[in-house]
């Protein structure tokens, strides 16, 4: 009889019905250097899209307070609030995934930053309003249309499975989920 159940994030795995041969493994997705690298590009494409996006509008805040507008998501003030915060919390969570700091919580913060973005283009897709890009790209020259939900959705995609890949890595030598437990 196998039995297989999942306690305090690994997996217990009892093998014949015998409960002396128990075997743990930690949930792991990240397993191997490949993983690391991929969780690595992940990192610094997301931060590179990141500021090529915020940059220009930290430049022209008035000019992307009028895309902010366009979106017709937004009232006046909390449309402002967004123009001035937005940009430089773009920055921020760039400049976290490039230098390696906070990953973990900038992984995170690209991940709904960039749900936000997808859902958004969906809703303007939906209302068929025809407005410029402004989620990640430099000009806003792009219009909102499916290639542009379709791109913002994979990066969204690969921010959670970067995320996936930090959180959930393979435990090292000397931790207490690498040590097999002992058979009594």
Known sequence: MMNNSIMDGASTI????DSSSITKHRLCIARGPG???????????I????????LPK???????????????????????FIAMTL???????AWCLIS?????????????????FTAVQASVLWRGLSI???????????LVNYRTLIQTGLLSTA?????????????RPGDAAAVPPSSA
């Open 14 to 17: 009892r093998s014949s019905g």
């Open 132 to 142: 410029a890009c402004v989620c990640l790209s430099a000009s806003g020259e792009n």
């Open 100 to 116: 390696g700091l906070f990953v973990g919580g900038a992984l995170l913060g690209s991940s709904i930053l960039l749900a936000v």
């Open 159 to 171: 921010a959670v499975l970067g995320l996936v890949c930090v959180l959930y890595r393979p435990p």
């Open 35 to 45: 993983m690391r690298v991929f969780a690595g590009i992940v990192r610094t494409g």
């Open 87 to 93: 940009p430089w919390l773009e920055l921020l969570i």
């Open 58 to 80: 930290i430049r022209h805040p008035y000019d992307f307070l009028g895309r902010v507008y366009e979106y017709e998501l937004v009232g006046a003030n909390f449309g402002v």
């Open 47 to 54: 931060g590179c899209a990141l500021i090529w996006s915020s």
